[in-house]
């Protein structure tokens, strides 16, 4: 029987990774929509960085950011009295930054295809602009959000080298499943890794049915 610790603890990083960057990321992906401001290339182009950066580049600088020298990590130790990294909230951190654009690109091109037209119609009707957006904007947007948390949570999933530079592998802290099928690996315990990287499959193709099923239609164009 397979230690199931890295599983229940990889699924509530990406619980808890996905939450984070929804309220991170709606904000964000909204004011990416709407905003004709020339540092949108910029924002747009930090947002999308992890798409590119090899994880372990994207880790390391990760891991001098929140180590106990760092003017961050050092803030933490003095208010927790513990470091963020090598622990599960140090995952959390690293893997808000790494999943960061599987949760804004999906919004931002919801809110997009929404267009200014249902906004400008609820705000002659009364409705202030957080109103507006909560009544109308985010019905509208469903999908996207779907979408958003779907691949956050999935992207998470699916972490290595990110999470194994800034968490390394302490069991029950920061042993996720895949450095669980990378030990399995070393240690020629086939078996188990088998039974790890088969879950890891069938959740992935999973979620991208279920990504593709929802998209099947074209975006709601009503702007």
Same mark, same amino acid.
Do not use: C
């Given at each position: 029987?397979?230690?199931?610790?890295?599983?229940?603890?990889? #699924?509530?990083?990406? %619980? !808890? =990774?996905?939450?984070? $960057?929804? @309220?991170?990321g +709606?904000? *964000?992906?909204?004011? &990416?929509?709407?905003?004709?401001?020339?540092?949108? #290339?910029?924002?747009? %182009? !930090? =947002?999308a960085?992890? $798409?590119? @950066?090899?994880? +372990?580049? *994207?880790?390391?600088? &990760?891991?001098?950011?929140?180590?106990?020298?760092?003017?961050?990590?050092?803030?933490?130790?003095?208010?927790?009295?513990?470091?963020?990294?090598?622990?599960?909230?140090?995952?959390?951190?690293?893997?808000?930054?790494?999943?960061?654009?599987?949760?804004?690109?999906?919004?931002?091109?919801?809110?997009?295809?929404?267009?200014?037209?249902?906004?400008?119609?609820?705000?002659?009707?009364g409705?202030?602009?957080?109103?507006?957006?909560?009544?109308?904007?985010?019905?509208?947007?469903?999908?996207?959000?779907?979408?958003?948390?779907?691949?956050?949570?999935?992207?998470?999933?699916?972490?290595?080298?990110?999470?194994?530079?800034?968490?390394?592998?302490?069991p029950?802290?920061?042993?996720?499943?895949?450095?669980?099928?990378?030990?399995?690996v070393e240690?020629?315990?086939?078996?188990?890794?088998?039974?790890l990287?088969?879950?890891?499959?069938?959740?992935?193709?999973?979620?991208?049915?279920?990504?593709?099923?929802?998209?099947?239609?074209?975006?709601?164009?009503?702007?």
């Amino acid at each position: 029987m397979p230690d199931l610790g890295p599983v229940w603890l990889t #699924a509530h990083l990406a %619980a !808890v =990774t996905t939450v984070v $960057l929804l @309220l991170i990321g +709606t904000p *964000l992906a909204w004011w &990416l929509a709407r905003t004709r401001a020339r540092s949108k #290339a910029v924002v747009e %182009a !930090v =947002t999308a960085l992890p $798409l590119v @950066l090899p994880p +372990t580049v *994207l880790g390391f600088y &990760l891991l001098i950011l929140l180590s106990p020298a760092a003017p961050l990590g050092g803030w933490w130790v003095s208010v927790t009295g513990e470091t963020l990294t090598f622990s599960f909230t140090g995952l959390v951190v690293a893997s808000v930054i790494y999943s960061l654009p599987f949760a804004v690109q999906p919004l931002q091109s919801a809110f997009e295809s929404i267009g200014s037209g249902p906004v400008e119609a609820a705000a002659s009707l009364g409705a202030s602009p957080l109103d507006a957006f909560f009544s109308v904007v985010v019905p509208l947007a469903g999908r996207g959000f779907l979408t958003a948390a779907v691949l956050t949570f999935a992207h998470t999933l699916g972490e290595f080298g990110v999470v194994l530079m800034v968490g390394g592998n302490i069991p029950g802290e920061t042993r996720v499943v895949s450095i669980a099928i990378y030990e399995h690996v070393e240690t020629l315990r086939y078996a188990e890794a088998h039974v790890l990287a088969g879950g890891m499959l069938a959740v992935s193709f999973l979620v991208l049915l279920l990504v593709y099923g929802v998209n099947r239609r074209s975006p709601l164009h009503v702007g």
